[in-house]
C-alpha cells in the first residue's frame, strides 16, 4: 500500500514534509496510529496497571497534539521528541503520586499469559513475580532505559537524546541490567 501526501492548498509546499503537515492536511490520525503502540508500551512499562497506561498514553497524545506547533526539526527527530513528552508525562503522573513505581505487573501478565489453564496460568504468575522482583532490583534510571528499549523499541541512538546521555552509556547500562536481571532469574529464557 502507497502512501500519498495530500497537498493542502492553503499552505506552502516547502512546510508540508514534516509532522506539521500532517495536522495542516488533518494527518493527525498518521501520528496516532504510527506510534500509539509503541508509546503505550512505553508508559505501561512504567506504570502499574493497563487503564493508569491506557489514560496517559491518551495524556501524551493530548501533549503531542497541542505541542505539535512548537516542535523543530532541527532540535531533535520527531519519535525522540514523542517519547520525551511521553517521559516527562510519566514523570508528572509519579511527581503527583510520590511513589516509585515503574513497572506494571497486570500489563507483564498480560504478555505473558497465552494460555488459560489453571496449571500455566500458576507457572507464568510464578514467572511474573520473579520478574517483577528481579525489576525492583534495577534503579530508576536503569528501569526507565528496560523501558524505552524493549517497552518503545527504541534505538541506542534515540534513548540516548531522550535521555540526555551517550549512545555508548545506553548501551553499556542495557548490558549491564540484563545482566543483573538474568543473574536474578537464573536463565531469562524461561520467561
Same mark, same amino acid.
Given at each position: 500500500?502507497?502512501?500519498?501526501?495530500?497537498?493542502?492548498?492553503?499552505?506552502?509546499?516547502?512546510?508540508?514534509?514534516?509532522?506539521?503537515?500532517? #495536522?495542516?492536511?488533518? /494527518?493527525?490520525?498518521? #501520528?496516532? %496510529?504510527?506510534?500509539? @503502540? &509503541? #508509546?503505550?508500551?512505553?508508559?505501561?512499562?512504567?506504570?502499574?496497571?493497563?487503564?493508569?497506561?491506557?489514560?496517559?498514553?491518551?495524556? $501524551?497524545?493530548?501533549?503531542?497534539?497541542?505541542? !505539535?506547533?512548537?516542535?523543530?526539526?532541527? @532540535?531533535?527527530?520527531? %519519535?525522540?521528541?514523542?517519547?520525551?513528552?511521553?517521559?516527562?508525562?510519566?514523570?508528572?503522573?509519579?511527581?503527583?503520586?510520590?511513589? *516509585?513505581?515503574?513497572?506494571? !505487573? %497486570?500489563? $507483564? *501478565?498480560?504478555? $505473558?499469559?497465552?494460555?488459560?489453564?489453571?496449571?500455566?496460568?500458576?507457572?507464568?504468575?510464578?514467572?511474573?513475580?520473579? !520478574?517483577? &522482583?528481579? +525489576?525492583?532490583? !534495577?534503579?530508576?534510571?536503569? &528501569?526507565?532505559?528496560?523501558?524505552? @528499549?524493549?517497552?518503545?523499541? +527504541?534505538?541506542?541512538?534515540?534513548?540516548?537524546?531522550?535521555?540526555?546521555?551517550?549512545?555508548?552509556?545506553?548501551? $553499556?547500562?542495557?548490558?549491564?541490567?540484563?545482566?543483573?536481571? @538474568?543473574? %536474578? +532469574? /537464573? &536463565?531469562?529464557?524461561? +520467561?
Amino acid at each position: 500500500m502507497q502512501e500519498h501526501m495530500v497537498v493542502h492548498p492553503f499552505i506552502p509546499q516547502e512546510t508540508q514534509d514534516g509532522p506539521a503537515a500532517w #495536522i495542516a492536511t488533518g /494527518g493527525t490520525a498518521a #501520528i496516532f %496510529e504510527k506510534y500509539y @503502540k &509503541r #508509546i503505550f508500551n512505553y508508559v505501561a512499562y512504567r506504570v502499574p496497571g493497563i487503564h493508569t497506561a491506557e489514560d496517559l498514553t491518551s495524556a $501524551v497524545f493530548e501533549k503531542i497534539l497541542n505541542k !505539535l506547533g512548537t516542535y523543530s526539526e532541527a @532540535k531533535a527527530p520527531f %519519535e525522540v521528541w514523542l517519547f520525551a513528552i511521553a517521559r516527562n508525562v510519566v514523570n508528572d503522573y509519579y511527581r503527583q503520586q510520590k511513589r *516509585k513505581q515503574f513497572f506494571s !505487573l %497486570e500489563m $507483564v *501478565k498480560e504478555l $505473558v499469559s497465552s494460555k488459560r489453564d489453571p496449571e500455566n496460568l500458576m507457572l507464568r504468575e510464578e514467572q511474573n513475580d520473579q !520478574l517483577m &522482583r528481579a +525489576l525492583r532490583q !534495577l534503579d530508576a534510571r536503569e &528501569r526507565n532505559i528496560i523501558a524505552l @528499549k524493549y517497552g518503545a523499541n +527504541l534505538r541506542n541512538t534515540d534513548i540516548a537524546q531522550i535521555t540526555g546521555q551517550s549512545e555508548s552509556n545506553i548501551g $553499556v547500562i542495557c548490558y549491564r541490567a540484563m545482566k543483573k536481571l @538474568k543473574s %536474578e +532469574l /537464573g &536463565r531469562v529464557d524461561e +520467561l
